[in-house]
């Protein structure tokens, strides 16, 4: 399995950007798939998961409201559409995903198999 994140880059505050995350190697339609962030000097952190088919996502409450996470199952592609933008959205962004994950793991980055090589977000005040 290989995943292959992009579409991070410089943007002010309350900007926009969309990371793609294409992956390969499987078929992922039954796949999780999901995003983390990691800023410096801080953890790795849930940002959005998409629940296999992708009926059923799920966000921190820090993105709630501004990020969607999408995916085109046909592309093998997990989206993550990141508006109104904040500093605190500052990170290395991360693609991961998973065949196996319960639901009670969805937020834990020890639970995902695979992942990408992150994208760095800045988001400049």
């Known amino acids: 399995v290989q995943l292959q994140a992009s579409g991070g880059g410089l943007v002010q505050a309350g900007g926009s950007l969309r990371l793609s995350c294409a992956a390969s190697?499987?078929?992922?339609?039954?796949?999780?798939m999901g995003w983390f962030r990691q800023a410096p000097g801080k953890e790795r952190e849930f940002v959005a998961v998409?629940?296999?088919?992708?009926?059923?996502?799920y966000y921190a409450d820090s993105v709630k409201g501004r990020f969607a996470i999408s995916r085109d199952n046909a592309k093998n592609t997990v989206y993550l559409q990141m508006n109104s933008l904040k500093p605190d959205d500052t990170a290395v962004y991360y693609c991961?995903?998973?065949?196996?994950?319960?639901?009670?793991?969805?937020?834990?980055?020890?639970?995902?198999?695979?992942w990408g090589q992150g994208t760095l977000v800045t988001v400049s005040s």
């Open positions: 991961a995903v998973d065949s196996s994950i319960i639901m009670g793991q969805l937020r834990n980055p020890r639970a995902y198999d695979y």
């Open positions: 998409s629940w296999r088919s992708g009926g059923i996502t």
């Open positions: 190697g499987r078929t992922f339609s039954t796949y999780v």
